[in-house]
């Protein structure tokens, strides 16, 4: 059976793991992490990047500094992973779900405004498959109602949208480095700072409340407790782990680029004759193959597309029940107009396998077995 995902790996990893552990410290703002905060800042232009202990806690953390109170309203697609929504109820916010757009299945930009009350507080964006949103839109609406932007680029590393990397055009961006993303630390990811105001309020934060932070760089000659805070420091075996991807990032991303485009171009006939619709990048993006999906006509031919891949060895996956249809997104939030994108494509679309190291022979596989389905 190909698998659906395998977590990247390289060998490297257990060198930089015992290198790690050989000092007898591994808890966390180690020199593993510092290396990993420093690519992040590098490679995207971000003024200020802090690994966190996943993309989730990156989430809940931009909640919390986006100063977000019990009854604001924040937008977001209700189609996406549960993280996006959960970290913005966490600080007390209503969720208001838009619909997305079907040709990315991002959120639809021109229906934010409508959404928008005197509660609202922020917009949560995600770029799907690491492809993204329509940022120009969403800043400029940003901007004219004074709302905060946060950038759920957990599937965006190494994307960029008018060749700025995800997660540096909102307040804060969040990148996940879970393994089934395109760099793994096993569990983790980073919060990317936007605006250098709030890098103290998220060192403390991030510091059980304390001004630690501040003290290691020694501006200051004790530390103490100064406001609300939790723990979000990795530790820095895993981010050993991770320093082993971030340094061959361009080698992973180009692998698995290579696959989506086999993929994409093995799947045009089938879309030329009207019988699946393929994923759309548009012209601004540059993104990262985090994933490669299709679309088929509706949920029962996706049923069986799923079932005849199994057949043919191979695993196909398909993903997001819409928040808002689920229990957790009835109770803390409500669907802001009419719902004409998120379900139906949601039961349409069906991802193939993609991961870095995957066989030519194994992609030929799922083409072969996606082909027979349509024949
Ligand atoms: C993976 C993912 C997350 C959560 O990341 P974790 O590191 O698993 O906490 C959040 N949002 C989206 C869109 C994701 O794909």
Redesign the pocket.
């Known amino acids: 059976m190909i698998s659906f995902n395998v977590p990247p790996y390289v060998p490297t990893a257990p060198g930089y793991m015992a290198e790690a552990v050989s000092n007898h410290k591994i808890c966390g703002d180690g020199p593993f992490t510092k290396k990993c905060n420093a690519w992040i800042e590098e490679k995207t232009g971000c003024q200020k990047a802090l690994l966190t202990t ?3 806690t990156a ?1 809940e953390m931009a909640a919390i500094l986006c100063d977000i109170q019990p009854g604001d309203e924040v937008i977001l697609p209700s189609y ?2 549960s ?2 929504a959960t970290s913005a109820v966490l600080p007390g916010a209503k969720l208001v779900f838009v619909d997305v757009r079907s040709d990315t299945m991002n959120i639809d930009e021109t229906k934010i405004e409508d959404a928008i009350t005197d509660k609202t507080k922020a917009i949560f964006i ?1 770029h799907y498959a690491g492809v993204s949103a329509d940022m120009d839109a969403i800043m400029d609406i940003a901007r004219r109602h004074d709302l905060k932007v946060v950038e ?1 680029a ?2 965006g590393v190494m994307s960029t949208y008018k060749g700025k990397a995800l997660g540096t055009i909102g307040d804060f961006g969040c990148f ?3 393994e ?2 395109n760099y793994s630390m096993g ?3 980073a919060l990317l700072i936007n605006d250098p105001s709030k890098n103290e309020a998220a060192e403390i934060l991030r510091e059980k409340g304390t001004n630690r932070a501040k003290f290691f760089r020694g501006q200051i000659d004790k530390y103490t407790w100064v406001g609300y805070g939790s723990s979000y420091l990795p530790s820095d075996l895993n981010a050993a782990y991770l320093w082993s991807q971030l340094e061959v990032a361009d080698e992973i991303n180009d692998d698995r680029l290579a696959t989506w485009h086999k993929y994409d171009e093995a799947f045009k006939p089938l879309e030329d004759a009207g019988k699946v619709e393929l994923p759309t990048v548009p012209e601004d993006c540059v993104h990262n193959a985090h994933m490669y999906y299709m679309k088929c006509k509706d949920l029962d031919e996706r049923t069986r597309l799923i079932d005849h891949l199994k057949e043919n060895g191979v695993y196909a996956v398909f993903h997001y029940i819409p928040l808002h249809s689920a229990p957790a997104g009835q109770e803390f939030g409500r669907f802001h107009g009419t719902d004409e994108v998120t379900t139906r494509d949601s039961e349409r679309l069906v991802r193939l396998p993609l991961y870095y190291g995957i066989s030519d022979e194994d992609v030929e596989t799922v083409i072969k077995a996606v082909n027979s389905f349509y024949e």
């Open positions: 996943s993309g989730t989430l996406t992973f993280s996006t995600v759920d957990a599937q996940s480095f879970h089934t993303k569990e983790g990811g």
